[in-house]
């Protein structure tokens, strides 16, 4: 089944978008693929997460997604089928990886 990936910095146990909304093939993973995002500027996660506060990771049905569309999704837990708080003790525990399901 395609996923797709929210990354918010936001403590929410759901996902809220406040404002403009992205198409419904924005962050969308196929089976068998994978996503790859990098600590940018700061050239490796140490240094990001010295600057920054943990992210969540939400992964989404796409079939929701496709369905009801994001504006529907915000503020809900529909279509959500994975959340992940991200930060740098749970990347050196999961060997920097994030995985579905």
Known sequence: ?????????SPDTI???N???PDENRGLIFPGTSDIHGPGLYQCWENYYMES???HYFI???DTVKAIGWEQISGTNRGLLKKVKVDLEY???NNF???YP
Do not use: W
């Open 1 to 9: 089944m395609a996923v797709n990936l929210r990354v918010e910095d």
């Open 53 to 55: 506060y943990p992210h």
């Open 97 to 99: 990886t994030i995985t």
């Open 15 to 17: 996902y809220s978008r």
């Open 19 to 21: 404002g403009a909304f």
């Open 60 to 62: 989404f049905s796409h």
């Open 91 to 93: 990347l050196k525990k």
